[in-house]
């Protein structure tokens, strides 16, 4: 910006210089030219130069129009500085396609060295940030950077401008900073500026921010498809204040771009498909001036306000299923390419659910949290915050299926190479045939009864495996095997195993009647295909078979007697087939043989 700035001041103040001196000879416009680009030169110390097709200023109206600048750097001077240790952190590419000013004042500018414009209009700003860190602007001082009363003082004793907009605006920053280089791209913003001042004592004004009163950024009905263009991010409006510190983004949505099923269709490969819309988010106490100095964005709280949240998972698309290593919500935050730490993040009222369709039952089975409030503390990608505190920590307040209460706590190690985390909490007392709506479908298990008292979990997980303890207290436990059969299409009771798990397998209370409780023991490894969402859910329930005395000794007993009573019922099933195909071919043949003397007896009689 003080480049433009530096233009435009001395554009006017060369103009009026030149125009007195060389009205006559009409030679005005190459000397402005050299005197603006030998300015530029000067005063980023030869690390830029500008171009541009046309410079045009009325000094009647004081109107000036600027077509077409380019702002490009040395990439030459650059590595020099960088060989010198001198290179700054951020190099910019910058072009405009048309800047107006109106009412510039270049005869006071020539005369009284103060500039003071009423307004410039910038159209079309294309913005490329290339950010590489160095450490020796963190530690060694090379000398202090100019202000920008440093830079015009020669030119300008005061520089006012009463307002600048830039309309359509298009940012593309590049992080450099990391083995991996990240790419972040903002299109159509719209920038209002008031009341910029620049002279001896404006730096000095707590008030302002970088010399002005205050900067807004609006962007509407802002849209943009994910590179794979399987997702659609939509937001209603972005409001960014510098005054005020704070951006509130509205009606904030990510969704498919398909149906479910074309969603796979066009991906090629199954896994989790997202929805996740939110009313409100709201950043607090942004760092204005470590994102503009650094690019990083600290602040302190972002807050979700009546949100919902939906994961979806079709286990019967027969695609090639992607690898989730790596992929858990903590690790992806580490893939953004913006540097963030945000101290908290609240959430308020909001709506989580995960479906799962099973390959076997053909049906989809339904978790929802309802009414979600919940915190989560030092979420952040920034090498230094992460130094500082590697645990990102979130503390969920929740109704499990809506029908009873439920409180998890995770903690995430954002220094972990296998994505090492904890997840622990308690489920308070509910009617267990609410399960229905999740086993019934995944696990071909209908809950008949069952009163459930409370479970509590403490479970340590990472990319590949879950270990930990379950503690699940319940009475009246009374559930029923089902089974997919071909041609039909709802679930078949298995009548006769359900009454052998009723009987002798399945603890119908834990503790039972002596007191004996049965701990839940969680050892599950993890495919790595199974998403994050999906795992949470599976380790528990590897705990939750021991606790109602469905271990793995036992699972794999059942598993083999359900063997042999299938090959039973099958058999039998077989000899009821026979016996019935038996049946009718004697029926037929006595039917034949009828038929046969009843034709005998006619033909006597002829």
């Known amino acids: 910006m003080i480049i433009i700035l530096l233009l435009i001041g001395g554009g006017g103040y060369y103009f009026y210089k030149i125009y007195k001196n060389y009205i006559a000879e009409n030679r005005w416009k190459p000397l402005l030219q050299a005197e603006l680009k030998d300015l530029v030169l000067k005063s980023t110390d030869s690390l830029y130069h500008i171009d541009y097709s046309d410079f045009d200023l009325d000094i009647a109206s004081g109107n000036a129009t600027l077509k077409n600048f380019r702002l490009i750097p040395d990439t030459a001077v650059y590595n020099k500085l960088v060989a010198l240790k001198k290179a700054p952190d951020n190099l910019f590419i910058l072009s405009v396609k048309k800047l107006s000013i109106s009412n510039l004042g270049a005869a006071k500018a020539y005369k009284e060295k103060i500039l003071n414009i009423s307004n410039i209009s910038i159209e079309k700003p294309s ?41 359509d605006i298009s940012l593309n920053y590049i992080n450099k900073s990391d083995a991996v280089e990240k790419h972040t791209a903002l299109k159509h913003l719209n920038i209002n500026i008031s009341d910029v001042v ?36 939509e937001i209603k409006q972005i409001y960014f204040s510098t005054a005020k510190r704070m951006m509130v983004l509205s009606k904030v949505s990510f969704v498919p771009r398909y149906s479910y099923a074309n969603f796979y269709r066009a991906s090629g490969e199954p896994g989790d498909i997202y929805n996740l819309n939110f009313k409100r988010i709201n950043i607090y106490d942004i760092d204005l001036q470590r994102f503009l100095r650094n690019q990083k964005l600290y602040a302190g709280t972002l807050s979700i306000v009546n949100s919902s949240v939906k994961i979806y998972s079709d286990n019967s698309f027969k695609g090639k299923k992607s690898i989730k290593i790596g992929k858990d919500p903590e690790q992806a935050l580490q893939k953004v390419a913006l540097d963030m730490h945000l101290k908290r993040i609240n959430i308020r009222n909001t709506l989580i659910s995960y479906a799962e369709k099973d390959a076997t039952s053909g049906y989809t089975g339904v978790i929802t949290f309802n009414n979600t409030y919940g915190v989560i503390l030092n979420v952040t990608n920034d090498a230094a915050a992460k130094k500082r505190n590697p645990y990102m920590a979130a503390h969920i307040y929740t109704r499990f299926m809506n ?25 308070g007392k509910f009617d267990g045939r609410v399960l229905d709506k999740l086993v019934k479908p995944l696990a071909l298990v209908h809950v008949q009864s069952a009163d459930i008292d409370k479970l509590d979990f403490n479970v340590n997980a990472s990319n590949y495996n879950g270990k930990g303890q379950l503690e699940f207290y319940y009475k009246n436990l009374n559930i029923q095997l089902l089974k997919k059969v071909e041609g039909k299409t709802e679930l078949q009771t298995q009548g006769f195993i359900s009454k052998l798990a009723n009987t002798l397998i399945i603890e119908k209370e834990n503790p039972d009647k002596k007191g004996n409780f049965r701990p839940g023991p969680i050892d599950l490894q993890r495919e790595p295909s199974t998403s994050f969402f999906s795992f949470l859910y599976k380790a528990l329930l590897d705990g939750l078979k021991p606790s109602v005395g469905f271990d793995k000794k ?35 043949r006595r039917a034949a043989k009828k038929q046969a003397r009843m034709q005998g007896d006619t033909t006597k009689k002829e």
Do not use: C, M, W
């Open 127 to 167: 913005l490329t940030v290339i950010n590489k860190r160095y450490d020796y602007n963190d530690t060694v001082k090379v000398g202090k950077s100019k202000s920008p009363y440093e830079l015009i003082k020669s030119t300008f004793k005061q520089l006012h401008i009463d307002s600048i907009s830039l309309k």
């Open 198 to 233: 620049v002279d001896s004592l404006s730096d000095k004004d707590t008030s302002r921010f970088y010399y002005t009163k205050g900067i807004e950024i609006k962007i509407d009905d802002y849209k943009i498809a994910t590179p794979d263009s399987l997702y659609k991010a």
């Open 403 to 427: 029908s009873a209460d439920l409180n998890v706590n995770f903690k995430f190690n954002l220094l972990s190479k296998t994505g090492a985390f904890n997840y622990n909490g308690t489920l």
């Open 554 to 588: 036992t699972e794999s007993k059942v598993n083999k007697t359900i063997i042999k009573v299938n090959n039973l019922v099958d058999k039998f099933n077989r000899f009821k087939e026979e016996r019935k195909q038996k049946k009718e071919e004697r029926k037929a």
